[in-house]
């Protein structure tokens, strides 16, 4: 999957632009606050419709504009498309190939962008509510049944919720107690499946970035493989917390309320790694996630880095340096210093300078 054209239109600081990028490496530097991390959202929500920094609409268009405008030429399997995302202060819409799309599914095919935000470290050292959001993202990706299961879900508690609340008799409740139990079975099953599939390559990543002596691991809510035996413990859950639940007026478990364990070297990686190695995880699981997409889709997905080098010693730098230039995938990378990288041989791309909202693109020896 590649980007082979961006034009923007009032997005952020950026008034108007239009960039083809290289089909390896993109690397946008400069100075603080000039453009470079706005023009990685603006292809992160092309992409994927949805800001990694989860800002409201008229922050995203440029100050005293109406509307912002982010359109995108795509490459996927030697076939091309057109995307466009329309940003008003209301609402968002969005085009495939000159059409408004109703479903999101093909459009989402495009691009299938796996972000890197520094902020995400923060989700390792939060409520378990972030680390869900890193892991269902992920699963999203991949699994369009997955949303719908967790929309569903997400009804299906407000329901039972309400219903709790209202102290309403059990046989008012049990339907939605079944219901629920089902579809929370499915979600647990999704979740612990995908990490059953990518931990692999998290693990293998993460050697790549930090060596041999330090082993991670992932693990979610999932005590068996069995979608009914699932199900079954989630109605044994249920009934466990039935006088709680009923003094407190909401559902106390299942996969709303599940944390997701990020290990190293078998402790918790939230109270027992250093942020290096926070972020090192995080890089591992992201990595991870592109070559699981890699192989559903066939070809790996844009990886887009926000300020990649930071907290990063120089060594696990280079070695990931290492593993990014083997992957042979469209790389945006954010940065204010660019040497670390030429010297970790990052050399064929388009070296971006980012200067108030302005782009202008050079190669290596330019820089
Ligand atoms: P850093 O190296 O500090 O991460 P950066 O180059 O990534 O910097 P960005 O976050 O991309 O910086 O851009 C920040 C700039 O964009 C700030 O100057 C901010 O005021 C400006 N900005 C943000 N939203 C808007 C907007 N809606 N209209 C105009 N300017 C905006
Ligand atoms: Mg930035």
Same mark, same amino acid.
């Given at each position: 999957m590649r980007l082979e054209q961006l034009l923007l239109y009032n997005f952020r600081n950026i008034e108007r632009t239009e960039l083809h990028p290289h089909h390896l490496f993109n690397i946008f530097y400069g100075d603080n606050a000039q453009g470079k991390t706005n023009l990685l959202e603006s292809i992160s929500l092309l992409g994927s419709l949805k800001s990694f920094r989860l800002s409201r609409n008229d922050e995203l268009i !440029?100050?005293? %504009?109406s509307y912002s405008e982010i359109k995108g030429e795509t490459e996927k399997n030697g076939v091309k498309h057109q995307i466009k995302l329309r940003i008003d202060k209301e609402n968002k819409q969005a085009w495939l190939d000159g059409k408004r799309i109703n479903r999101p599914e093909a459009y989402l095919d495009c691009l299938r962008p796996v972000v890197f935000a520094p902020e995400e470290v923060n989700l390792i050292k939060g409520p378990p509510s972030g680390r869900r959001r890193l892991l269902d993202r992920a699963v999203f990706q991949t699994d369009n049944k997955y949303l719908a299961d967790v929309q569903k879900y997400d009804r299906q508690l407000k329901q039972r919720n309400r219903l709790l609340k209202e102290k309403r008799p059990e046989n008012e409740l049990a339907p939605w107690t079944d219901e629920l139990a089902k579809t929370g079975a499915a979600i647990r099953h999704a979740r612990s499946r995908y990490i059953e599939k990518i931990l692999p390559q998290v693990k293998d990543c993460y050697l790549h970035i930090c060596g041999q002596q330090e082993q991670v691991n992932l693990f979610c809510k999932? &005590?068996? !493989?069995d979608i009914s035996e699932l199900e079954q413990n989630l109605l044994d859950e249920f009934e466990r917390q039935k006088e709680q639940e009923k003094r407190y007026g909401v559902t106390l478990s299942g996969p709303h309320r599940d944390d997701i364990d990020f290990l190293l070297n078998q402790r918790p990686l939230k109270s027992y790694g250093s942020q290096g190695q926070q972020r090192s995880f995080i890089l591992a699981f992201k990595v991870a996630q592109a070559l699981h997409l890699k192989e559903v889709y066939g070809e790996p997905p844009l990886l887009l880095f926000d300020d #990649?080098? @930071? %907290? #990063?010693d120089r060594h696990r730098q280079n070695l990931f340096f290492e593993f990014l230039l083997s992957l042979k995938a469209q790389v945006f990378i954010t940065t204010t210093e660019v040497q670390p990288l030429l010297d970790g @041989?990052?050399? &064929?791309?388009y070296f971006i300078r980012v200067e108030q909202g302005v782009f202008t693109t050079t190669v290596s020896d330019e820089v």
């Open positions: !440029k100050n005293n %504009e999932a &005590d068996t !493989k #990649l080098t @930071g %907290e #990063l @041989g990052i050399r &064929d791309g």
